[in-house]
């Protein structure tokens, strides 16, 4: 077996795409209100225009690329994906608390 290809688990990965589907909607909703999304081209990655935004390389010209064994980036990929949801979520709750706002939920919107 090569192990070139990870295998994905719904179960392990249920909190992760119920956020992204709410993420997408948002995303969906914003483009159907003329509010669009710039994203950079693969282009924008070696682009000689350094004023740019979007080049990244100009900002990191000697950044360095990572290599990962298989089971490593496996590892890591799930490590990030169980982490990344619950880290956003405190950062807001963070945030909120700073700025004494108190946050809303799903449910209290539709009770009041």
Do not use: H, W
């Not at 064994?69 to 979520?89: G, H, I, N, Q, S």
């Amino acid at each position: 077996m090569t192990r070139q290809v990870t295998i994905l688990n719904p179960d392990e990965y249920t909190a992760f795409l119920r956020e992204s589907v709410k993420d997408l909607a948002g995303k969906a909703q914003r483009l159907l209100d003329s509010r669009p999304i710039l994203v950079p081209g693969y282009e924008c990655r070696q682009c000689p225009v350094t004023s740019c935004p979007f080049n990244k390389y100009a900002k990191k010209p000697d950044r360095e690329l990572i290599c990962m064994k298989p089971e490593e980036f496996d590892a890591d990929l799930a490590r990030f994906l169980r982490k990344l949801y619950p880290t956003v979520a405190k950062a807001v709750e963070i945030i909120f608390s700073e700025l004494n706002i108190k946050e809303t939920t799903s449910s209290s919107r539709q009770a009041g």
